[in-house]
């Protein structure tokens, strides 16, 4: 506590804010002594002020007024947790403007305008934080920009999305449908009113699109990412897959033509198309997704259950290395905006973020692989009528876009169904994407396919 | 790259020390460009300068002359990777003394020696860095002193010998006896010729011993760790664990009385006595140990296999985060080696150090538990004789120790041993382990027990 207190804005108090509220507050001294100084909360600015909020928190440094925070020249840094892009890239860009560091947990406006809000800081001399905006207590965005600091990441799976994982993992393990598991989560406050965000890949879309700018130096935006949920999940996919020794979870991953490393066996080598461009004299690509995948039971990613997130992190160097803990909630996310706050109070994330340079000009030579043109395997689950034919039709129209077989497996009709629609499952070997999506507009334009193809990626 | 050139000498350059060198070199771009300026490695100090060594490596680099490495008024950094205590020690402290920073990988000095050491970069107003001294490629060290800064760790749960997890997992695997898998690491490079200093925990207690000045600032020495091996453990361990539900680790654990924290439906509450003394207004304690543990399959770590690392951290805040990946060998070594140069060449080291204050005065108010008080439940396998009144000696014995059993299997003796010893397996409700170690030479005592009773801790 050698040095002078450092006073701290912070906008939005709802769940999280409340968290780094109560830390700061009722952990005051402890927080003093890891930063050097004293970090001390001056102002709290909330919609209503009425709300009960935290005891510890004095009425007087409640508020309504985000100007006057910002504009308050004894205010160092300013806590944005308001969330989305309108006023909080407002409470960004002018807490920058006026001269404060901004810690933030949003992640929407660093994937949609991470260039901007950099550029701001740069230009104003400030440093942004932001831990909290990826994987909530997990300190992944630590974990690339400082400990891998040797390495280029070749790759990353992750789960980043708490609330897909639980239902996943419920319908898994309990057998459930995708409706009931939502519901479920939904229930223990896993899952929000409308879980579209979550379970659409929208919310691991978005921490995807900062992790790559970190590893990769690409500024995808996360519309631009390829992006498919897990509501087509039917309960007869975990079943087949786990018959076919598989586990089927939502991943972000990135991977570069140049990853090679095996794990637990499998290898994460689909960059196939990025690897032949790069090897024709091109610039490096990275393919980036988020997709359910079906990954083999002993995989590390396959046994993270329940809420959790993880992040697996292939670096040239070190190999793979694994982060894992909860993913929001609360305390863990205030952990992760508190460490930022220490880190400014000892002086190490200013230096972090002018080295890193992050969203800036000073790329690391990656473009993101078309998603057409990135390579997978292919798990394929056709409703068909059971009559003579089906097959070969469906097998043609693979072969015409040289897709091959790995395995196939149709189960008898069930004795009630004679005659009606069978679930036919079909692991292609690797094929670009884009292919595999015209085969899939023919296979669902046969009059035999009962229904549209349900289709997911082979982790390995 | 902004900066001036930092330079640096490397002392030792084995298998680590190659890597490293190899890194800075190959990759120099990189380093530099993450580091903000280049570092050049401008001298490598070498027992044998004959030996063969990376072609990157300048001939005119290598000499066999540490002073002069030390004394070098252009070199700025000295990395030890010469390892143990004697002239290691020497080559730290001199360096320091010159007013070099120093980054090591040596866990034995810092366990050992750690006040000595920090003492002498405070005096010399110099940084010592030592990520790749626990866990290799695994960032715990900054996990741990940065990204959960907010929190007061209440435990931590260790695999930190990989040698010894690549052993158990083959016994769990394939089956297979102690010696066997033993043999089986050896020929793989997993475990040296004398494996002595793996396979008794000492490599493990060195470790816990940094974690825990970290965590708690405690300054324990390795020697003081209570600390057991994998030695004893036996095939028919492995499985009547298995059958138990059980999986057993070699774990380096430190817990607080005030942890309560649960993981996967598991509870680490097994602070029982430390938790009485603080209650009744003593210091705070943590136990410390390293010992093969039964951990319930589903647990984080019973999952993790082969030789990697993990480490599971419970912050009060956070909850629990996992950190895991390879625990040794060249490139993931080198790969923290080189993040701490970056470290230092951003100046975010110099920061962490001076804010972290280990082995300083500075304490946490936490003092190490007597290893006698330490409560927890223990897996008990006898092997007795099998006639009238064994079950009645034993189980009177425990109870005058206050022990309670919680369950108990006696197999039936095979065939071609009746009348022999048969084994005995007993696990208790929680015990302290002094009274524990009483009743155990009690039994080893009897008449009826046919060879000295293995026991190992239980992970809940």
Redesign the interface.
């Given at each position: 506590m050698n040095g002078d207190t450092i006073n701290i804005a912070l906008v939005g108090c709802g769940t999280v804010g409340g968290g780094v509220a109560h830390?700061l507050l009722a952990?005051a001294d402890?927080?003093a002594r890891?930063?050097?100084r004293p970090l001390a909360l001056r102002r709290v600015v909330v919609n209503d002020p009425a709300k009960p909020r935290d005891p510890l928190i004095p009425r007087e440094i409640i508020s309504t007024d985000i100007e006057a925070a910002i504009r308050d020249p004894n205010v160092h840094i300013v806590v944005e947790l308001v969330g989305g892009l309108g006023v909080a890239k407002k409470v960004v860009l002018d807490s920058l403007a006026a001269g404060k560091h901004v810690v933030t947990a949003n992640k929407a406006l660093l994937a949609d305008a991470g260039a901007e809000v950099f550029e701001a800081a740069r230009k104003a001399e400030r440093t942004v934080c932001f831990?909290a905006a990826v994987a909530g207590?997990?300190?992944v965005i630590?974990?690339l920009g400082?400990?891998?600091?040797?390495?280029?990441v070749t790759a990353i799976q992750a789960i980043l999305n708490g609330t897909s994982n639980f239902i996943l993992t419920a319908m898994a393990e309990h057998g459930m449908s995708y409706s009931r598991a939502l519901a479920e989560a939904q229930r223990l406050g896993y899952a929000e009113a409308d879980p579209t965000l979550d379970v659409d890949g929208s919310d691991a879309a978005h921490k995807l699109a900062i992790l790559a700018q970190i590893s990769f130096g690409v500024a995808a935006k996360p519309h631009e990412i390829a992006r498919q949920g897990i509501d087509t999940i039917d309960a007869m996919d975990i079943r087949f897959a786990n018959e076919l020794g598989y586990t089927i979870k939502l991943l972000a991953e990135a991977w570069t033509g140049g990853h090679t490393h095996s794990t637990?066996g499998a290898k994460l080598s689909r960059g196939g198309a990025a690897s032949a461009a790069h090897a024709n004299g091109g610039p490096p690509t990275v393919a980036l997704h988020v997709a359910p995948v079906l990954l083999r039971h002993t995989d590390?990613l396959a046994?993270v259950?329940g809420a959790y997130n993880?992040v697996l992190v292939y670096?040239d160097?070190?190999?793979?290395?694994?982060?894992?803990?909860?993913g929001a909630g609360q305390?863990?996310t205030?952990?992760?905006v508190?460490?930022d706050l220490?880190?400014l109070g000892?002086?190490?994330a200013q230096?972090?973020f002018?080295?890193a340079k992050l969203w800036s000009r000073e790329g690391r030579g990656f473009t993101v692989e078309p998603p057409e043109r990135v390579r997978s395997r292919f798990y394929l689950r056709l409703q068909v009528v059971d009559k003579p034919g089906v097959l070969a039709d469906i097998t043609r129209i693979l072969a015409d876009e040289e897709i091959s077989i790995s395995s196939l497996v149709q189960h008898e009709a069930e004795e009630d169904g004679a005659g009606g629609p069978v679930p036919l499952v079909i692991v292609t070997h690797y094929a670009a994407t884009g292919k595999f999506r015209k085969a899939l507009e023919r296979i669902n334009a046969l009059s035999t396919t009962a229904a549209p193809a349900v289709f997911f990626s082979m982790g390995d």
């Open positions: 830390v952990h402890r927080v890891r930063a050097g831990e207590g997990v300190p630590r974990a400082e400990s891998l600091a040797a390495n280029q637990n590390l046994q259950r993880a670096g160097i070190v190999g793979e290395t694994l982060y894992q803990g909860p305390m863990p205030a952990s992760s508190v460490a220490i880190d000892v002086g190490r230096r972090t002018a080295a």
